[in-house]
Every structure is written in structure tokens, then in C-alpha cells.
């Protein structure tokens, strides 16, 4: 393989750099109250038996089916398009529907759906992004490339820490990856062609709307990614930010 030009560096965030799962998991076990309104404060937690691991992984999924088909509709025009704020809020309401149906305490706090929509805002990072950024921005400028809200990925960069030269939102193309519009957004604000650009992330479809585009491509090894398939052709593969740094040359 040709050694790769870059001048700059993209990167995926939900899911590449948050732990996106663990952090929606925290929103929906905060579902169920933790002790009865006459407990006192320091009695230990008592969680419903219904939002134990098993219920927290059923209601979890949900919501990611629902974010991941209803973003598939906006992409495909069978839907008109919505921020991911609108999309977290009608995936949160769903899951506190399903939680209230196996234990009616489970979201019945007025604000629990409004509560659970901003939990897709507080994802922690993996153990290596923070480091992993500042090392690689000593050498290139990085640019955060999320189907997040303008809002929602402000808030996303606060919690995490996140530290970019540039952080751009789906948002601004009102359609979401892995719409080549999206990745234009990227190619646009840097003025450069796009095979001096590098896209990164844990999700092969993200890579793979990223290199329709012309953008070279490195896939990085998450629990919670999408790995490639035997046809994928991707420039770069890394264990983790770490090993993406090495491979690029910086020290």
C-alpha cells in the first residue's frame, strides 16, 4: 500500500471516542428510583428487579434501533430532518414507555424523559481518547465529524473532554452519515482534497461513506464498534488511538 499524505485528521465521536453504550445505560437505570420517597438518604439503593443488566441491555437496545432506523429514514427521504436532540428525545420516551411497562415507577418522574434524552450527552471517553488526541494533534489538525447536534456535541465535547481544532455537526448538512453530504462538511471547512484527509472511526459503514467520498481511512478496534468484513479495504487499522499515532509517525 502507497504511504499515506495526510494533512489533517477526522474523526467519528459516538462511539470512536465516547463509550456511547455506558453512558446510556447510566441515563436508563436512573429510570427507576433508587429507594422509596420515605427511605432515608442513606439507605443503600434498592434498583427494580426489571432494570437489572438484562432489562437495562433490552431497553439500551431499543434505543438504538430506533435512532439507527429512524437517521436511516432521514438519509433514504422517507423522513424530513430532525436533529439528534428531536431523535434522543423520541428514543428516550420509547424506552421510559417500555421501562413503565414492567414496573410503573420506572420513569414516572415528569422530567425522567427529559433527564434520560440528555444522558446521550454525557458519554465518557474511552481510556485513550484524551491522550490520544492531544498526541496526534501535535502533528495534525483534527477535526470532530459527528451525527450529534450542534448542541448535543458541544455539550458531548465538554463531558468528555474532548479537544478539537474543529468539532462539526451532521446538523449543518441536515442529513446524517453516512450521506456523502456529511463528509463534504469536513472536506469543505479544510479546503483540502479529500485524500489528504483521514477519517476515523470503530464503525466500517461510517468508513465506508467516508472513502465513497475520497477520504482515506483508518478503522479503530472499539468493543462497541462495527468491524470490518473480509471486503473491506481500509487504509489503516489500529488497536487504538495509541497504535493509530505510531502508524502515523508521530511520536
Do not use: C
Amino acid at each position: 500500500m502507497a504511504e499515506l499524505t495526510i494533512d489533517a485528521v477526522v474523526f467519528d465521536v459516538l462511539g470512536t471516542l465516547v463509550d456511547e453504550p455506558a453512558g446510556l445505560r447510566a441515563g436508563i437505570r436512573a429510570l427507576t428510583p433508587s429507594a422509596s420517597p420515605s427511605a432515608p438518604l442513606s439507605a443503600s439503593p434498592s434498583p427494580s428487579p426489571s432494570l437489572d443488566d438484562s432489562g437495562t441491555e433490552r431497553l439500551l437496545l431499543l434505543w438504538q434501533r430506533h435512532i439507527e432506523r429512524e437517521q436511516g429514514r432521514i438519509v433514504d427521504g422517507d423522513r424530513p430532518y430532525l436533529p439528534s436532540d428531536a431523535l434522543d428525545r423520541e428514543a428516550a420516551e420509547i424506552v421510559a414507555r417500555a421501562a413503565r411497562a414492567e414496573d410503573p415507577a420506572a420513569g414516572a418522574d415528569p422530567d425522567a424523559v427529559a433527564s434520560l434524552a440528555r444522558a446521550a450527552r454525557r458519554l465518557p471517553p474511552w481510556p485513550d481518547t484524551v491522550a490520544g488526541l492531544a498526541r496526534l494533534a501535535e502533528r495534525f489538525p483534527l477535526i470532530g465529524l459527528s451525527n450529534a447536534s450542534r448542541t448535543a456535541l458541544l455539550e458531548l465535547n465538554a463531558h468528555a473532554g474532548l479537544r478539537w481544532h474543529q468539532a462539526l455537526s451532521a446538523e449543518d448538512a441536515r442529513t446524517y452519515k453516512p450521506d456523502p453530504e456529511v463528509y463534504r462538511l469536513a472536506v469543505t471547512v479544510t479546503g483540502l482534497p479529500p485524500e489528504r484527509l483521514l477519517m476515523v472511526a470503530a464503525h466500517a459503514w461510517d468508513l465506508r461513506g467516508a472513502q465513497a467520498l475520497g477520504l482515506r481511512t483508518a478503522y479503530v478496534a472499539r468493543p462497541v464498534g462495527d468491524p470490518p468484513t473480509s471486503s473491506d479495504r481500509f487504509d489503516l487499522y489500529a488497536e487504538d488511538l495509541a497504535d493509530l499515532a505510531d502508524q502515523l509517525g508521530v511520536s
